[in-house]
């Protein structure tokens, strides 16, 4: 499966932003999906999860409350709307697919990734 994630931008503290993960290939039903950022001159972290159904969903501590992540296994896309932003969550956030495991927030248990796109939350 191809990932293009898209929807970065620069939004000032307490804005909004929705991120999309486009796939193509087949089977994108099949995929367990996630999120991750990275920030400039940190590890890449996981951000959120979500099973193949949209039957679970995981989040790290510092974003639950603010970022839904959700799916539309017929238009192949997954989301991350992110709210109430925080200069922290600045970072090239990645999506990425998995058959391996459900709510993974273990970077290498995830064989595709797309391209990344920044989020800049100026305060």
């Known amino acids: 499966v191809q990932l293009q994630a898209s929807g970065g931008g620069l939004v000032q503290a307490g804005g909004s932003l929705r991120l999309s993960c486009a796939a193509s290939?087949?089977?994108?039903?099949?995929?367990?999906m996630a999120w991750f950022r990275q920030a400039p001159g940190k590890e890449r972290e996981f951000v959120a999860a979500?099973?193949?159904?949209?039957?679970?969903?995981r989040y790290t501590d510092s974003v639950k409350g603010r970022f839904t992540i959700s799916r539309d296994n017929a238009k192949n896309t997954v989301y991350l709307q992110m709210n109430s932003l925080k200069p922290e969550d600045t970072a090239v956030h990645y999506c990425a697919a998995t058959l391996l495991c459900y709510g993974c927030s273990d970077a290498q248990k995830y064989n595709y990734w797309g391209q990344g796109t920044l989020v800049t939350v100026s305060s």
């Open positions: 290939g087949r089977s994108f039903s099949a995929y367990h």
């Open positions: 979500i099973t193949r159904s949209d039957e679970m969903t």
